[in-house]
């Protein structure tokens, strides 16, 4: 099975985005390029402070160096797709050497049902260094999504290795 990624919102055949460049790749080093700075960094609003808990709830390598960012991570960006995906910074924070080891996929994401009880959507939370650096929702079918989804239609499903 191939893996898949997120591709401006949608989840896309991760070996079809290697090698076609031209398509965006939120989850990809080049992110950067496809992220937009907010001109005013702002708090997490009240879904995404859930959502995060959600995923920083079960016990895992680092998970407290993680929590312990939360009251103190601030939006600095979102995804140019219009989806609801953001950029975090952590401040204040001072991480001893194993935490900042710690990057890519948190071992644990959100799945997201519809009121069917159908597989929609996927969260993932990205940690770089050892600081939360990314919320991602990624739809897997029709436009990308253009808010979070309701806290009661996210399961936390992991480890995910």
Not at 13 to 33: F, I, M, S, T, Y
Not at 143 to 151: F, G, Q, S, V
């Amino acid at each position: 099975m191939r893996s898949k990624t997120c591709v401006h919102g949608f989840l896309a055949d991760a070996h079809l985005v290697r090698n076609a460049p031209d398509l965006r790749n939120c989850g990809a080093a080049a992110w950067e390029d496809y992220s937009v700075k907010l001109s005013r960094p702002r708090q997490l609003s009240a879904i995404e402070r859930s959502i995060l808990d959600a995923l920083l709830d079960p016990e895992f390598s680092g998970v407290q160096a993680l929590r312990d960012q939360l009251d103190g991570v601030i939006v600095v960006g979102r995804c140019d797709c219009g989806c609801p995906t953001i950029d975090l910074q952590a401040s204040g924070i001072t991480l001893d050497a194993a935490s900042r080891a710690t990057w890519g996929r948190t071992p644990y994401e959100g799945v997201v049902w519809d009121h069917e009880g159908e597989v929609v959507g996927d969260i993932i939370l990205f940690v770089d260094g050892g600081n939360l650096t990314s919320l991602e929702y990624v739809q897997h079918e029709g436009l990308p999504p253009e808010e979070w989804p309701h806290i009661e239609s996210i399961g936390v499903i992991g480890p995910i290795v």
